[in-house]
């Protein structure tokens, strides 16, 4: 296309063009919100609005991107979780809505490890403390954080180019996070700290299954977030053997794991805590996304 054309002339070669590469029409609209700085109100109430060349140039590249594969959010520079616009790039997995549902469950656990820790009965009970493992972008952390703003929250990960990102997202969103690169819980062992709250969404893709990923996730996202050795149980074994050296009982322990994975997480939590009170929990589709754990004294 060539010359003037108007907003909805551009969504609708945007639609066009993304259907016939297999990808999802509304990409047009979002990537033309980007570029615009528009709302989708203000975007369809100038729909008959002739588009700026320089607009639609960067447009079209954006659209061609998208329809080789490039996930909108990476060409955006931003997705957003449990109603708060979060900085993504390459280096973090984009987030995902499955997610937004292991933060709700672990906001409605925390008044539990509290009041069996004396909040009920004292006003100087220490706060409690969280930590999230394997933070990637820092949705997890960040967002317990402002949703629980007296709990004392860290987050670790294994890639500082991750921790950049996370750290821009706390520092936007106003969150004070701690964050720490490393493997796993090493960083608070050397540090001597204790928590309440282990929560973690680590890479849990069986090796065996790339080729049933979608070529956009694969090409695009990073992989050490997602694949975890031949049966994508190999980060939860390491971190539940390292769960005791730093935790504070009561205590609770969520993870976010794959379809077909609650017993085989469970089984490993119990190994360590026997009496644990341990829930598989399914997400709004109904698949197995959730494994919650509470330690008592």
Known sequence: MNGEMKIYEALKWA????????????????????????????????????????????????????????????????????????????????????????????????????????????????????VDVGTGSGIIAITLKLESTDSQVQAVDISSAALEVAKENAAKLGAAVTFHEGSLLEPLFNRGDKVNVVVSNPPYIPEGDRHLMRENVLDHEPQLALFAGEDGLTIYRELVKQIPKAFTLPGLIAFEIGHGQGQSVSQLIREVYPKADVDVKNDINGKERMVIAFVRK
């Open 15 to 130: 639609s066009s063009f993304l259907h016939k590469h297999h990808y999802e029409k509304n990409i047009g609209e979002i990537l033309l919100m980007h570029h615009t700085d528009w709302s989708r109100s203000r975007l369809l109430a100038e729909l008959q609005t002739t588009l700026p060349e320089e607009i639609w140039h960067t447009f079209k590249k954006s659209v061609e991107k998208a329809a080789s594969g490039v996930p909108v959010q990476y060409i955006t520079g931003a997705e957003f979780f449990y109603g708060r616009e979060f900085v993504v790039n390459p280096n973090v997995l984009i987030p995902r809505p499955e997610t937004e549902e292991l933060i709700e469950a672990v906001l409605q656990k925390l008044p539990l490890v509290l009041e069996k820790n004396g909040g009920g009965s004292s006003k100087s009970v220490t706060p409690i403390s969280i």
